[in-house]
């Protein structure tokens, strides 16, 4: 497949290292449009940039469509969700543009002009080889933003926080999807985000998953603006969003083989301390929401995910052509 119209291709001496940058977008288009501006402006391009415009009824595709960075631009008929976004466009990097590593970020993040960089430049100096690399994301204002803090591996042992030093950073043990570089091959071993999450939870299953045995790092010289409305965690105030919470949260800990059972407890035991607090906050108003949600997670698990984007047959069978490779791993 030819490369998106006025791309740049972004390598190290050797050819190696094709980075594809992947935003998902829905109803965000002035947001998209200083995103892709910042994309542009990197001082190490990515090779290319899919972009998935998640059914939106404003004009984000049109600028998806018209920026003059010439991405390829997958429009979904129907809204799957951050998740079902993210399972299309990062199978869509790895399947019709070959990436080496998958950038992945929302329409609401805007790098600084040496983002990419920093994480390439601590792919170089680590010692080992890594899996996933986080960004630092900040408010508009300049302090690190609640909503993604990267997790530090709680039982990294001396040697990991050494070889995680030396790359610039901290072992980590998820991520957010505000600016994550993903390693395409252990993607095609491991597998897509789970698109049925739709929101909240994929990220850090997903993460979760690459890094059971993998190594992370957080790297706090990139650094993306994370342009949401408020400086909060996104379950200050959940309202009806609160459902997917527990339903996601519940699935990524007893679904999935991403977490050992110590890491099962814990994050556990955090996740229903974390309920607890919000419902109190709340007066019981998210009791019924959160109740239909851990439901709903112990009656069933998440659909497949080409399934779930069965409306879009292209976006479909890039998924399951990585889904058959992760099983034949």
């Known amino acids: 497949m030819s490369e998106p119209r006025n791309s740049v291709i972004s390598r190290d001496s050797q050819g190696h290292r094709r980075v594809i940058a992947?935003?998902?977008?829905?109803?965000?288009?002035?947001?998209?449009?200083?995103?892709?501006?910042?994309?542009?402006?990197?001082?190490?391009?990515?090779?290319?940039?899919?972009?998935?415009?998640?059914?939106?009824?404003d004009r984000s595709g049109h600028v998806a469509d018209e920026h003059p960075l010439g991405a390829d631009v997958l429009h979904l008929r129907r809204n799957v969700g951050g998740a079902g976004g993210f399972a299309a466009g990062i199978?869509?990097?790895?399947?019709?543009?070959?990436?080496?590593?998958?950038?992945?970020?929302?329409?609401?993040?805007?790098?600084?002009?040496?983002?990419?960089?920093a994480l390439l430049s601590a792919i170089e100096a680590s010692p080992v080889?890594?899996?996933?690399?986080?960004?630092?994301?900040?408010?508009?204002?300049?302090?690190?933003?609640?909503?993604?803090?990267?997790?530090?591996?709680?039982?990294?042992?001396?040697?990991?926080?050494?070889?995680?030093?030396?790359?610039?950073?901290?072992?980590?043990?998820?991520?957010?999807?505000?600016?994550?570089l993903l390693r395409g091959e252990d993607v095609r071993r491991l597998g897509l985000p789970l698109a049925d999450y739709f929101i909240?939870?994929?990220?850090?299953?997903?993460?979760?998953?690459?890094?059971r045995r993998g190594?992370?790092?957080?790297?706090?010289?990139?650094v993306v603006e994370h342009r949401t409305a408020t400086f909060a965690n996104a379950q200050k105030s959940p309202g009806s969003r609160f459902y997917f919470d527990v339903?996601?949260?519940?699935?990524a800990l007893l679904r999935t083989s991403s977490f050992s059972l110590p890491e099962k407890a814990m994050y556990g035991s955090a996740s229903v301390l974390g309920w607890v607090k919000r419902l109190l906050r709340h007066r019981g108003d998210l009791l019924g929401v959160g109740l239909r949600g851990l439901g709903d997670a112990l009656r069933r698990g998440p659909r497949p995910s080409a399934d779930v984007?069965?409306?879009?047959?292209?976006?479909?069978?890039?998924?399951?052509?990585?889904?058959?490779?992760a099983g034949r791993s």
């Open 91 to 117: 199978a869509r990097a790895l399947v019709r543009h070959d990436a080496d590593w998958v950038w992945v970020m929302d329409d609401d993040t805007v790098p600084r002009p040496d983002a990419l960089a």
């Open 22 to 57: 992947v935003v998902v977008t829905y109803n965000r288009e002035q947001l998209l449009h200083q995103c892709l501006d910042a994309i542009a402006a990197q001082t190490t391009p990515p090779a290319g940039v899919v972009i998935v415009d998640n059914a939106s009824t």
């Open 129 to 180: 080889r890594l899996s996933v690399l986080s960004s630092r994301a900040v408010w508009t204002d300049g302090r690190e933003h609640p909503m993604n803090r990267s997790r530090t591996r709680w039982n990294a042992r001396q040697q990991e926080r050494a070889d995680a030093a030396a790359a610039g950073g901290r072992p980590i043990r998820t991520a957010s999807y505000v600016s994550v």
């Open 247 to 251: 339903r996601n949260r519940v699935w």
């Open 309 to 325: 984007l069965s409306a879009d047959g292209d976006a479909a069978a890039d998924v399951r052509r990585i889904e058959r490779e």
């Open 200 to 211: 909240w939870s994929d990220d850090f299953e997903h993460t979760g998953r690459l890094l």
């Open 215 to 222: 190594r992370g790092v957080h790297v706090p010289t990139s």
